[in-house]
């Protein structure tokens, strides 16, 4: 006889989104940076960021749940989340929901740090620390559900590798970057610190869709591409799967995962080609698992050809996140339930994917 075993669900990119309550984690000498909400006069319904004066970062349009529901409706798939759940002012009821979406734990990332927040090293130091101190509370107060990806200056490599030692201690379970900083690839030899502890920490490097690039943003933003938040945002993701693919990054750091988030997964065998045509010509030996060998994972999403993916890389290296919290064309509060009730995906891939694949790669 045997012994069925259940799945724990694991939403492998699930957001919060920040609130003013965020900056009272800033340190008291800290607080002349605190980030300013703002509504513009002319009436329209988003607010902004202010940091140093400039609009920064990234602010959701705060919508009802009568809204939510009508922006679902017209993108075919469930929105809604709760306004208190998803700013984790009550975590109790964020618990419950993912309880209804039969959710066992979630991992966090930011919504402000998709886009550059600051050029300046004394506030970013600043922004950051506040940042992950109020991940901390909400990973205390969740009982184990709620883990996180760390936020660490870029701008100050000491500081940002303090912030990581702190996150981890504290529930983190990835330390979140951008693909693209300032005019950094994420290939430059100036985050190999970075690199180097998160390995000694045994953190993963989760790139989930951002631009960290104003002059790279600037361009792709054109008012004449209604599409442009797929070149600003998920196409450096994409790009910087090819180049540490196609760089010694990897294999300079053996234990150390990196991650691919919310830029679904039908990509992946191009690049897998793309980076083996480069290889090949250089004369370097081409891995016979692409993702095994490059230490690397990524999230798909339900409108994947996921029995294609894993046809053409195995089953080993994907998960499946909701982007719980979002609105955009990644969201979809049910993708897991979806996802558990596709019928051309067998058992155990599912389970791969819903909990082996995410406890491989996050460190819980």
Not at 5 to 16: E, F, K, L, N, P
Request: glycine letters at 6%; proline letters at 7%; one cysteine or more.
């Amino acid at each position: 006889m045997t012994t069925q075993v259940r799945t724990a669900v694991i939403d492998a990119d699930a957001h919060v989104i920040e609130t003013e309550r965020t900056w009272d984690y800033l340190d008291p000498s800290e607080r002349k940076y605190r980030p300013l909400l703002v509504t513009p006069s002319s009436g329209e319904q988003r607010e902004y960021w202010v940091i140093d004066g400039k609009i920064s970062g990234l602010r959701f349009a705060t919508l009802t749940e009568q809204q939510l529901d009508e922006a679902g409706r017209i993108a075919g798939k469930n929105l809604t989340t709760p306004q208190a759940a998803r700013e984790v002012d009550d975590v109790s009821l964020r618990l419950k929901h993912m309880d209804e979406l039969g959710i066992d734990l979630q991992v966090l990332y930011h919504t402000l740090f998709i886009g550059q927040v600051t050029n300046r090293p004394e506030i970013d130091v600043a922004i950051c620390g506040a940042w992950n101190r109020w991940m901390a509370d909400v990973w205390k107060a969740g009982g184990g559900r709620l883990r996180w990806a760390c936020v660490p200056s870029l701008l100050s490599i000491p500081d940002g590798i303090d912030q990581m030692r702190l996150a981890k201690q504290n529930g983190a379970v990835a330390v979140s970057m951008r693909p693209l900083e300032g005019d950094r690839l994420i290939v430059d030899p100036y985050f190999l610190p970075i690199y180097a502890e998160a390995e000694r920490l045994g953190l993963p490097i989760a790139l989930h869709i951002a631009n960290g690039s104003p002059k790279y943003t600037d361009v792709m933003r054109s008012p004449y591409d209604p599409g442009n938040a797929f070149n600003t945002f998920r196409a450096p993701t994409v790009m910087a799967c090819h180049q540490l693919m196609c760089s010694n990054v990897p294999v300079s750091f053996p234990n150390l995962r990196w991650g691919f988030i919310e830029t679904a997964g039908q990509w992946v065998p191009w690049i897998i080609q793309e980076a083996a045509s480069r290889l090949k010509g250089w004369g370097k030996p081409l891995p016979e698992d692409w993702l095994e060998a490059n230490h690397m994972w990524v999230t798909v999403q339900t409108d994947d050809d996921i029995p294609y993916l894993v046809q053409r890389c195995g089953d080993r290296h994907f998960m499946i996140g909701t982007d719980y919290g979002h609105t955009d064309p990644s969201s979809n509060i049910d993708a897991i339930k979806e996802f558990q009730a596709m019928d051309e995906v067998p058992a155990d891939v599912k389970h791969r994917i819903l909990s082996e694949n995410p406890q491989a790669f996050y460190t819980f």
